[in-house]
């Protein structure tokens, strides 16, 4: 056995994976174990003896003293015994060679050991890093390709990080410092675990304000919900039960000195920081900030909700491609639609806007009852949208909505003409 150096496998082992010795001792019994029995058939009458310290490892083969021999794994007989000190029914204990293996039994051994200590990494890393989902990970990006990047551990461990959970528009370079959430870890077909990292989920955020603000780390403020629209914009809801804290402003730092550094990590994403309320009608107003409510409308169709404001008002509510009224029902957890509230009689010439319903000669009703059910009642309100959003909310064709649109246009370029 002492080709095999188990002192210096063992201590290798140990520094470099991480392997203790009671499950290393286990291991190497195992593997002895396991190809004794392909050699002699069982290993039920065997003795393993391993000596981490120092180094050795020795085997020994139990026979029982017989005059006739019947199962040559089990017994031997008395002539075939070179000592003379031994009686019948006596046990015999021959010590096994590394060489009675056999050159083929050497490399079996040697193998098996190879992958038995190949299956107990895994099984480290899959553990490790299974509890540790949904904890913030820094890593250095190792290389990066199309659909993904490949991220570093300190022990070179290997992380995923994947186009769809990387913030739009950010692109990484070898040597780059990433931080990241542990979304998810798997083992595929028995590989080495599949750890995949995000940037874009609530939960990101949300760890971010943890690290940023000492607050919500000790529990004085507590941040009910998170929602994003990745690269774009953020809403965040806090509450703190002690009136002596503000939450906002906790936040949000001196002069945002403590959400510049989250902005800055998540490539200039907007963040809206607002307090938690469990009253919807006033939770939506905060949600829809700037632009200002004049009435709202709760359940009704589908259980969604209608929001009034004054035309001025709407651009405001929905936000750029419709980002501010999507981030908002994600908040509340359900649908806001936001309505034109209509003017009244003495402010209507001002107001150079045009009913959809004007435009029944040209526009199909069945189109027209679609961006009603949208909150789109008049043209601007409409032209105030883009195309992409029109067409996904109002359920309607791409060349729809641009056929609408241009209808619509036409119409204010005649008036100004």
């Known amino acids: 056995m002492e080709k095999i150096e188990l002192k210096d496998a063992f201590t290798e ?63 031997i007989a008395i002539s075939d015994l ?22 083929r039994g050497i490399l ?21 890093y299974v509890g540790k989902i949904g904890e913030i990970f820094t890593g250095e990006v190792y290389q990066t390709w199309a659909k993904e990047a490949l991220i570093l551990d300190e022990d070179g461990n ?3 990080l994947p186009k769809s959970e990387q913030i739009p528009g950010e692109h990484f370079k ?37 690290q940023e603000v000492p607050e919500i780390y000790d529990g004085l403020i507590t941040i009910k919900k998170v929602v994003r629209v990745p690269g774009e914009r953020a809403k965040v809801a806090v509450e703190s039960y002690d009136e002596r804290i503000d ?20 490539r200039n994403e907007n963040i809206d920081v607002l307090q938690w309320t469990s009253n919807t009608q006033l939770l939506i107003q905060r949600a829809l900030n700037p632009a200002k409510i004049s009435s709202i409308v709760l359940g009704g169709e589908e259980d969604k909700i209608k929001v009034f404001m004054l035309p001025d008002e709407v651009k405001k509510g929905i936000g750029k491609g419709g980002c501010n009224i999507r981030l908002a029902s994600m908040l509340v957890g359900k649908e806001i639609e936001v309505w034109r509230e209509l003017p009244s009689e003495d402010t209507a010439e001002d107001e150079e806007d045009v009913l959809l319903s004007e ?20 043209a601007r309100s409409v032209l105030a949208l883009s195309a992409a959003d ?5 359920d309607l064709e791409d060349e729809t909505v641009e056929e609408v649109m241009d209808i619509l246009r036409a119409e204010f370029e005649e008036e100004e003409e």
């Open 13 to 75: 082992f140990k520094n470099q994976k991480n392997i203790d010795r009671p499950t290393m001792m286990g291991v190497l019994e195992d593997v002895f174990r396991t190809q004794i029995t392909k050699t002699y058939g069982s290993a039920d009458n065997f003795d393993i003896i391993i000596n981490i310290d120092k180094g050795d490892c020795e085997i020994y083969w139990n026979r029982e003293v017989v005059e006739e021999v019947e199962d040559p794994n089990t017994q």
């Open 82 to 103: 070179e000592e003379d000190d031994y009686e019948l029914g006596e046990t015999f204990a021959k010590k096994i060679e590394l060489k009675d293996f056999g050159r």
């Open 108 to 128: 079996n051994i040697r193998q098996n050991l190879q992958g038995r200590i190949m299956d107990i990494e895994k099984a480290n890393l899959y553990n490790k």
């Open 158 to 160: 290997e992380l995923r």
């Open 174 to 210: 070898k040597n780059d410092t990433v931080r990241a959430i542990i979304k998810s870890v798997e083992m595929k077909n028995n590989t080495t675990p599949y750890i995949v990292l995000s940037r874009v989920t609530p939960e990101f955020l949300e760890k971010l304000f943890e």
């Open 247 to 266: 939450p906002i402003g906790a936040c949000i730092g001196v002069k945002g000195s403590r959400i510049i550094g989250i902005v800055r990590e998540l």
């Open 359 to 378: 435009f029944s000669d040209v526009i199909e009703d069945w189109i027209i009852a679609k961006l009603h059910s949208i909150g789109c009642d008049t």
């Open 390 to 394: 029109v067409a996904k909310r109002a």
